[in-house]
T-cell receptor
Framework: DSGVTQTPKHLITATGQRVTLRCSPR?????VYWYQQSLDQGLQFLIQ???????AKGNILERFSAQQFPDLHSELNLSSLELGDSALYFC????????????FGPGTRLTVT | EDQVTQSPEALRLQEGESSSLNCSYT??????LFWYRQDPGKGPEFLFT???AGEEKEKERLKATLTKKESFLHITAPKPEDSATYLC?????????????FGQGTTLQVKP
């Protein structure tokens, strides 16, 4: 158990809908990262928050947004969902905002039908 | 462009048959290289961090090494429970953030 929690574990929704994925980092960690894992793309970095502020952006679609709250938990919002958004979404956390290992949560499996 | 390539894509071993997994990287400047293990449907589990060429880390049957262009994950006398996908990732100097760039992984199957 990494100490990172994610909810829900599974999510099935229809195209055009909006969903919210939630992540709680390990106790004491200030950074939260979101990654997308699909069969053809592997693990892709989406976005990083550090102590409530956006720190880095990867290949995150404009339809996707995230935020980190004062208690350091984070939410990833996915809107106008398409079939191609079906994937595993992982949250990870680390102590600091830069160099260092990240600990991953169990993931949320999103299926868009 | 920063890139990570892992080989082979898949590896089948008999229990006790040692082997190595390769991770080649092309980055503007390496800040750190990370190895993770991932079981099907689960989140990646952190194994090792390597920061500089010549560095080695060990954990049970696994040993990770780093050169200026690549890293190896050596598996000595593997057991069936070592079956998993092993992921390599780098943090590059071009980014002053924690962004990890992952390879596609090597799926290891160890048969009893």
């Amino acid at each position: 158990d990494s100490g990172v929690t994610q909810t829900p574990k599974h999510l099935i929704t229809a195209t055009g809908q909006r969903v919210t994925l939630r992540c709680s980092p390990r106790s004491g960690d200030l950074s939260v990262y979101w990654y997308q894992q699909s069969l053809d793309q592997g693990l892709q970095f989406l976005i990083q928050y550090y102590n409530g502020e956006e720190r880095a952006k990867g290949n995150i679609l404009e339809r996707f947004s995230a935020q980190q709250f004062p208690d350091l938990h984070s939410e990833l919002n996915l809107s106008s969902l398409e079939l191609g958004d079906s994937a595993l979404y992982f949250c990870a956390s680390s102590l600091a905002g830069g160099l260092g290992e990240q600990y991953f949560g169990p993931g949320t499996r999103l299926t868009v039908t | 462009e920063d890139q990570v390539t892992q080989s082979p894509e898949a590896l089948r071993l008999q229990e006790g048959e040692s082997s190595s997994l390769n991770c080649s990287y092309t980055v503007s400047g390496l800040r750190g290289l990370f190895w993770y293990r991932q079981d099907p449907g689960k989140g990646p589990e952190f194994l090792f961090t390597l920061y500089s060429a010549g560095e080695e880390k060990e954990k049970e049957r696994l040993k990770a090494t780093l050169t200026k262009k690549e890293s190896f994950l050596h598996i000595t006398a593997p057991k069936p429970e070592d079956s998993a996908t092993y992921l390599c990732a780098v943090q590059a100097s071009s980014s002053n953030t924690g962004k990890l760039i992952f390879g596609q992984g090597t799926t290891l199957q160890v048969k009893p």
